[in-house]
């Protein structure tokens, strides 16, 4: 019975063993791959969110300089484009309120001088892209009629 034992003595895996192991393998770097995959795009959106969203105030400092310079008199629309860096925007501007300041005073005469109409509020719609990534931003500004 001695001689019995020792030849049905395994030296290997089965078959199916084999097999299922190696499932078990694929499955395990099929989701590794998909988590990868998933992080480096996520990645690549971040980066491209932060380059906009770092070029941002400097994109609404140029807008607000021209806002002020081309919106003087009975202009009530604007618009433009740029370039910063590697991203690109385009912009839009509506006037959505026009407005003086309030009425001076005259102490000695008791009289109060009514203002004329000088300082706007702007709609302005911003829209940045850099690298196939839009951004859409919408803020307002304001500005003022230099010649009262």
Known sequence: MTN???MSKQNGFTVMEVLVAGFIMF????????????????SHKAERSIYINGLVPVMTDAI?????QKGQASIDKLSGSGKMGEAAYSWKAEMIDFQAAPPQMLAEAGLAVEQNNRFKLWQ????ANY???DRQYRY??????LAP
Do not use: H, P
């Open 4 to 6: 019995f034992q020792l």
């Open 124 to 127: 302005v719609e911003l829209d």
């Open 64 to 68: 607000q300089l021209e806002i002020r």
């Open 140 to 145: 307002v500004e304001f500005s003022w009629n």
């Open 27 to 42: 499955l395990v770097i099929a989701t590794t791959t998909l988590i990868y995959r998933g992080a480096t795009l996520s």
């Open 131 to 133: 690298k196939d990534y």
